[in-house]
């Protein structure tokens, strides 16, 4: 692997092998997303417990302060939306030159296996990969599911984040699912965590995380469970200590508690 590569990964990645990623693209397709109206004052608090930001170029530009030291994972496929015909039919919104200049550690694209776009939305990562591996960039590739949340399962996710590895993506982000060991085991790249609609309870969100790291995934990119939360730093910090840390979700959630009371 190339230096450049190698550095890019390893801001991201920690030395421990682990990784939060803090996402906040998701107004790309669904516009002034709850508690992401003004991203700005979402990440603040947050960005000091953040191995990486997944964020489009116009929040970037816009919204993320250019001093900051958290690595950019840069949001490069879109022009669909919520209420729109479907989700799937996903473009590659970004030139290299653009990501460059905007100093991105990383991309990200989502894939839509199974769907008439698959094609179409495998094509663009393939296309990303090729200018970006020019520069040393790595590509994350995310399985996405669209309206289709039912897809979650072991099978049609190992079989989508398999493809995504193939065609050359560094990372790929999956959502997790019962017998995720059967997902990282046919990935011959490092697999994070997708977050998903917020869960009932932050012992649910502890749970699954700690299950998909048992099971072989490097890390998280997670949003809406972290920054939905009432307590959002107290959450992340009790997602650090299960990813960096080693904690089991019962420590986590005394952690979340303890903190939200020294608040
Ligand atoms: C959408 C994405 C988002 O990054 C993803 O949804 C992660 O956020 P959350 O944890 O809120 O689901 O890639 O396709």
Redesign the pocket.
Known sequence: MEWGMKNRLSRMIKKDGRCFFL?I??GY?QGPTSCLEKPGETIAPLLPYSDAL?VTRGVLRSCVPPDTTVPIIL?VSGCTSVVGPGLENEALTTSIEEILRLNASAV?V?VFVGTQFEHQTLRNLAELVNSCEEYGIPVMA?T?VGKELEKRDSRYLALASRICAELGARVV?TYWCKDFEKITAGCPVPVVI?????CDTELEVFEFVHDGIQKGAIGV??????WKNAHPVPMIRALNAIIHGGAGPKEALELFEELKKAK
């Open positions: 996402p693209d998701h397709f997944f949001r990200g989502s995310v996405a982000k997708a977050g998903g609609p917020a990119n997670l949003g809406r469970n972290v």
